[in-house]
């Protein structure tokens, strides 16, 4: 049997940080029918696991959220061979108890993106999968099992409000989206959560919290270069808490992919095209999704 491989994304802070922590490490190119990846995929070890990482940025920080290539990153993982995802990305806080430099274990989405593409299938078939859990039940049952030893406080759910970006919401909108019920404001989540469901891989997301979001005012008598300091200190932060977690998951000894669970057969019913009007050629461009 081929050794299991871990895919991880990084976000920000996170991103250029465990991406120099991959021991023996090399550089994948990977074509896919979505283009080119964020950046080269390291696969190496992380620990005791073999590892496919993606810096969902790319190197220095240069793509924002809505050029972030997320059709490519996931099709790129499966392509490796990646069943299980283990993802990062920084947030701002929408309550009072989840504090900035904690880890929240996500459960639930509310997309308010527009500009990216959300599907591997715009080109058909028609697919429509489940996604009433968005993140794999089975991969945060493990999270939380495991953040339970570690050091920084972690979450065990929360919604994760989406935004396009990459302008930071108004207060006004801080404060509705506490009303839909967010916990979490971010950029990145989707449709990279989206994609991997169509990919069949199972997908977690470890959100890291920079700050409080617009709702709550700042200081007084705290300047810009004051807060932003503080910020960037507080990700440092979080960043070192979901490394610690994340080495401590890989360093289980047990499978973290398994065949059996739903995230795994997604596509099972998910394919609503009848057979006959499927061309042969959207099936051989997108094989890899149903692997």
């Keep these: 049997m081929s050794e299991e491989i871990v895919g991880i994304i990084g976000g920000t802070g ?37 590892v496919a990482f993606v810096n969902r940025h790319g190197e220095g920080h240069v793509l924002s959220p809505s050029q972030v290539p997320y059709a490519a990153n996931l099709f790129a993982l499966k392509s490796l061979g990646v069943t299980t995802v283990l993802a990062t990305g920084a947030v ?6 989840i504090e900035p430099r ?15 593409q959300n599907t591997f299938f715009e080109k058909g ?63 990145t989540a989707l449709p990279e959560a989206k994609l991997a469901r169509e990919a069949q891989m199972c997908y977690a997301l470890i959100a890291l919290v920079s700050d409080y979001d617009a709702w709550k005012p700042h200081p007084r008598g705290k300047g810009r270069h004051d807060l932003l300091r503080e910020i960037i200190a507080n990700l440092d ?30 596509l099972d019913l998910a394919v609503w095209t009848r057979q006959e009007y499927i061309k042969s050629d959207q099936m051989e461009r997108l094989a890899v999704l149903f692997k």
């Design 125 to 187: 078939p028609a697919v429509h999968c489940e996604f009433d859990a968005p993140c794999c039940g089975r991969l945060r049952k493990v999270l939380r099992r495991v953040a339970a030893r570690t050091k920084g406080m972690t979450h065990e759910d929360g919604t994760y409000v989406c935004m396009e970006g990459p302008q930071f919401s108004t207060r006004a909108e801080s404060l509705m989206h506490q009303d839909w019920g967010g916990d979490l404001i971010g950029m």
């Design 237 to 266: 932060a979080a960043t070192l808490n979901a490394i610690e977690l994340i080495e401590a998951v890989l360093r289980l000894d047990e499978p973290l992919a398994d065949a059996r669970c739903a995230c795994r057969r997604s």
């Design 92 to 97: 701002g806080s929408l309550r009072k108890q």
């Design 102 to 116: 904690h880890l929240v274990l996500v459960d639930q989405f509310i997309d308010k993106t527009y500009r990216r």
């Design 14 to 50: 996170l991103g250029d940080v465990l991406g120099t922590q991959i021991e023996d490490a090399r550089q994948r190119r990977v074509r896919t029918p979505f283009g080119r990846c964020s950046g080269p995929i390291l696969v190496g070890h992380l620990g005791p696991r073999k």
